[in-house]
């Protein structure tokens, strides 16, 4: 099976680890991984701001980087549901509609293709640790991803996976929410970094890095001795004993 590695910015540009965790697993479960490397940003970004016809232009860069891809996958149920939204973004240009189905149709989550398309729900990893996991709101509310991320983490060997209280609230990072409404954004953080000390884990796993790195950085500035990871992190340990430093 033929996979494309969508990337996306904040991977690429702060946290490149994950892109290598995502390509190993895939490899691990027998994909043949290729990188597009005219890709771009998905647009979200500009989209969610109102800048439309801008957003088009990098959203149309992915149509074209990606069409010839049999499958896309990336490590962010953010970017992916905005992928998803294309088809409707275009609808009726008779230009882009079809690239823009064809590329929703075969974009997927991380997690997300292991379950549901490949049918994966143990990757035979290894990790020790208290875990909680965030449940990030376009992953849940826009991708609908839910269960895949859960199903994995309770198959690694040797986890103490922990339930997040009041999982579904916000972390007020939002994409460019946060930088429009601080206040708003930094209260809602001050709760979710409550609610992950509650669980007393000493990591905190998710799949969107932006959520991640706002939940975080608050956790850092309150303090708080709890590491901060994507979940591939966890799903590509394997030796015995395996932790992450």
Same mark, same amino acid.
């Not at 509609?97 to 990893?125: C, H, M, P, R, W």
């Not at 895949?148 to 339930?163: C, D, F, N, S």
């Given at each position: 099976?033929?996979?494309?590695?969508? #990337?996306? =910015?904040?991977?690429?540009? %702060?946290?490149?680890?994950?892109?290598?965790?995502?390509?190993? #697993?895939?490899?691990?479960?027998?994909?043949?991984?290729?990188?597009? /490397?005219?890709?771009?940003?998905?647009?979200?970004?500009?989209?969610?701001?109102?800048?439309?016809?801008?957003?088009?232009?990098?959203?149309?860069?992915?149509?074209?980087?990606?069409?010839?891809?049999?499958?896309?996958?990336? *490590?962010?149920?953010?970017?992916?549901?905005?992928?998803?939204?294309?088809? /409707?973004?275009?609808?009726?240009?008779?230009?882009?509609?079809?690239? &823009?189905?064809?590329? &929703?149709?075969?974009?997927?989550? #991380? +997690?997300?293709?292991?379950?549901?398309?490949?049918?994966?729900?143990?990757?035979?990893?290894?990790?020790?640790?208290?875990?909680?996991?965030? *449940?990030?709101?376009?992953?849940?509310? %826009?991708?609908?991803?839910?269960?895949? *991320?859960? +199903?994995?983490?309770?198959?690694?060997?040797?986890?103490?996976? %922990?339930?997040?209280?009041?999982?579904?609230? =916000?972390?007020?990072?939002?994409?460019?929410?946060?930088?429009?409404?601080?206040?708003?954004?930094?209260?809602?953080?001050?709760?979710?970094?409550?609610?992950?000390?509650?669980?007393?884990?000493?990591?905190?796993?998710?799949?969107?890095?932006? =959520?991640?790195?706002?939940?975080?950085?608050?956790?850092?500035?309150?303090?708080?001795?709890?590491?901060?990871?994507? %979940?591939?992190?966890?799903?590509?340990?394997?030796?015995?004993?395996?932790? #992450? /430093?």
């Amino acid at each position: 099976m033929k996979v494309s590695l969508f #990337i996306t =910015c904040v991977s690429d540009m %702060i946290f490149a680890d994950v892109g290598k965790h995502t390509v190993e #697993i895939l490899e691990r479960v027998g994909c043949e991984v290729d990188f597009p /490397a005219a890709q771009t940003c998905c647009g979200q970004p500009a989209y969610n701001s109102g800048y439309l016809q801008e957003a088009k232009q990098s959203m149309k860069q992915m149509m074209r980087s990606f069409k010839d891809s049999e499958y896309v996958v990336g *490590p962010s149920g953010s970017c992916v549901g905005m992928l998803k939204e294309y088809p /409707a973004i275009f609808k009726g240009d008779s230009e882009w509609e079809e690239a &823009a189905v064809d590329l &929703a149709n075969k974009s997927y989550e #991380i +997690t997300q293709f292991l379950v549901d398309v490949l049918g994966v729900t143990d990757l035979g990893s290894t990790f020790k640790g208290k875990v909680t996991y965030h *449940p990030s709101c376009h992953m849940t509310r %826009i991708l609908g991803v839910k269960d895949a *991320p859960q +199903t994995l983490l309770r198959h690694v060997k040797g986890i103490e996976l %922990i339930e997040l209280p009041v999982k579904e609230d =916000c972390c007020g990072f939002g994409g460019t929410f946060a930088v429009k409404n601080p206040d708003i954004s930094r209260e809602m953080v001050k709760e979710k970094s409550q609610h992950v000390s509650e669980t007393n884990a000493e990591y905190l796993a998710g799949g969107d890095m932006g =959520c991640l790195m706002n939940i975080g950085g608050r956790m850092r500035r309150e303090g708080k001795n709890v590491k901060v990871v994507h %979940i591939t992190e966890i799903l590509n340990t394997h030796e015995q004993g395996g932790g #992450i /430093a």
